[in-house]
């Protein structure tokens, strides 16, 4: 059961970012575009937007759910602090007690930078989208499958370095020497990314990217599959015909 350590926490943070991203950026599009086409840059902006909301919104449950997945394994570094939580709600308790309430937002600042992976990823696939759609009336189950991939990859890719070091602060219990300090997210993003490269060299910022490719771009992919398809099932039921130019 150890490689599904922590799935529910993932699996609420999930729904809940995935909703504020899309229910934003669409509401947003919406207001904007009002029926025109669509442009790349237009999309850029959107996806930043409302990766900013997503990220103010929705860090305290990344926090947790960090936290929740890494509890119980074993580290070899001994600046590391050990946790004992009990479930979602212990962990948000026990972490405003012991940390206070700003706590909750550890990573805030490179999850801000990273509203560009979403964004990057929302850009590419709009537009692979709108070329497709220019030679035929629909996506197929595959275009969507196979255009979300590779727009997820190219995202993650790009951004990965950031990732890493958000996923260090969030977890929030790695103690700056000598001084014994937490790490702080502002403060020692540059510090962190640093060290990471001065102990691994270059490939160090990358060091797992294989795995998080084989997670993000699966999940992408099948995100944007299942997007497709309720959309196209809601706008039947409504009776509205699916614009072409969304």
């Given at each position: 059961?150890?490689?599904?350590?922590?799935?529910?926490?993932?699996?609420?943070?999930?729904?809940?970012?995935?909703?504020?991203?899309?229910y934003t950026?669409?509401?947003?599009?919406?207001?904007?575009?009002?029926?025109?086409?669509?442009?790349?840059?237009?999309?850029?902006?959107?996806?930043?937007?409302?990766?900013?909301?997503?990220?103010?919104?929705?860090?305290?449950?990344?926090?947790?759910?960090?936290?929740?997945?890494?509890?119980?394994?074993?580290?070899?570094?001994?600046?590391?602090?050990?946790?004992?939580?009990?479930?979602?709600?212990?962990?948000?308790?026990?972490?405003?007690?012991?940390?206070?309430?700003?706590?909750?937002?550890?990573?805030?600042?490179?999850?801000?930078?990273?509203?560009?992976?979403?964004?990057?990823?929302?850009?590419?696939?709009?537009?692979f989208?709108?070329?497709?759609?220019?030679?035929?009336?629909q996506?197929?189950?595959?275009?969507?499958?196979?255009?979300?991939?590779?727009a997820?990859?190219v995202?993650?890719?790009?951004?990965?370095?950031?990732?890493?070091?958000?996923?260090?602060?969030?977890?929030?219990?790695?103690?700056?020497n000598?001084?014994?300090?937490?790490?702080?997210?502002?403060?020692?993003?540059?510090?962190?990314?640093?060290?990471?490269?001065?102990?691994?060299?270059?490939?160090?910022?990358?060091?797992?990217?294989?795995?998080?490719?084989?997670?993000?771009?699966?999940?992408?992919?099948?995100?944007?599959?299942?997007?497709?398809?309720?959309?196209?099932?809601?706008?039947?039921?409504?009776?509205?015909?699916?614009?072409?130019?969304?």
């Amino acid at each position: 059961l150890a490689p599904y350590r922590g799935w529910f926490p993932v699996i609420s943070s999930l729904c809940c970012s995935n909703f504020v991203y899309f229910y934003t950026f669409n509401s947003l599009k919406a207001l904007w575009v009002k029926g025109q086409h669509s442009t790349t840059g237009k999309d850029l902006v959107l996806g930043v937007v409302a990766g900013v909301v997503n990220v103010l919104l929705t860090t305290p449950l990344w926090v947790v759910n960090t936290r929740l997945k890494l509890q119980g394994a074993k580290f070899r570094n001994e600046d590391i602090v050990p946790t004992n939580y009990k479930g979602i709600i212990d962990a948000f308790h026990q972490i405003i007690r012991d940390e206070g309430v700003l706590a909750l937002w550890n990573g805030t600042f490179p999850s801000l930078l990273l509203v560009f992976n979403p964004a990057i990823q929302f850009m590419f696939y709009e537009g692979f989208k709108r070329k497709l759609l220019k030679k035929q009336l629909q996506l197929t189950s595959l275009d969507a499958f196979v255009i979300g991939a590779i727009a997820k990859a190219v995202a993650t890719t790009l951004t990965y370095p950031l990732q890493t070091v958000q996923s260090i602060l969030r977890f929030g219990r790695h103690r700056l020497n000598p001084e014994n300090r937490t790490l702080g997210s502002l403060r020692n993003l540059l510090y962190l990314l640093q060290q990471r490269v001065r102990r691994f060299g270059l490939m160090g910022l990358y060091k797992g990217l294989e795995a998080k490719l084989l997670q993000t771009v699966l999940t992408a992919a099948l995100m944007f599959l299942v997007y497709e398809k309720l959309t196209a099932a809601t706008f039947t039921v409504m009776g509205l015909k699916h614009s072409r130019r969304h």
